[in-house]
């Protein structure tokens, strides 16, 4: 190979590398903003967020192999303003927030139910903390009785993805009881 050769393979390398590296540090689109900036203009916006409080209560239940996961205040994600489409589920919100702050989600499809059934979030499972353990949802503290992938957002719905240890009792959805129904 004549060094012409050599150094327009050298040059097209070296120039794939610097755009690979713009693009890892500034060419992914953020889906998410503060709070405090709001969404786009016109858009509209809801806010999430992803809480395991719960389980600092909990931890002498906790599968011991998962104690270095559970943040020290029980906040995987803080409240969060996210731009969505019409027609969008809280689960769309849920899924494009954890890809965009890189939060591992596990989910499978329920047709049974025709819904999508959240298994982990930050991989933390339905009952790593107990029999009654796994993850709930609330749309401005109401918890709705079907899927986040059934729940079509409005324009300044506030999502909350939260643990619970207890069926959901101790974090505030008192309609559920020990056996799971109202």
């Avoid at 899927?147 to 999502?159: P, Q, T």
Wanted: glycine share 10%; hydrophobic share 40%; aromatic share 8%.
């Amino acid at each position: 190979m004549n060094r012409k050769v050599k150094n327009v393979i050298t040059a097209v390398l070296i120039a794939a590398v610097a755009v690979a590296a713009v693009i890892l540090l500034f060419g992914r689109r953020t889906l998410t903003r503060s709070a405090s900036s709001g969404a786009e203009e016109g858009a509209n916006a809801c806010t999430i967020a992803i809480t395991c409080g719960t389980i600092l209560d909990n931890m002498d239940i906790l599968d011991k192999e998962k104690h270095e996961l559970i943040p020290e205040d029980g906040v995987i994600l803080p409240e969060t303003v996210v731009s969505f489409e019409d027609g969008d589920s809280a689960f769309d919100v849920l899924e494009k927030v954890c890809r965009s702050q890189r939060i591992h989600l596990e989910f499978e499809e329920s047709p049974m139910y025709g819904s999508i059934y959240i298994e982990g979030i930050g991989n933390i499972y339905e009952f790593d903390c107990g029999s009654l353990s796994g993850w709930m949802y609330s749309v401005n503290d109401e918890f709705p009785m079907f899927g986040s992938s059934e729940y079509v957002l409005k324009d300044g719905d506030r999502i909350v993805f939260a643990y619970t240890c207890d069926m959901g009792t101790d974090v505030g959805n008192a309609s559920v009881g020990a056996d799971g129904y109202e």
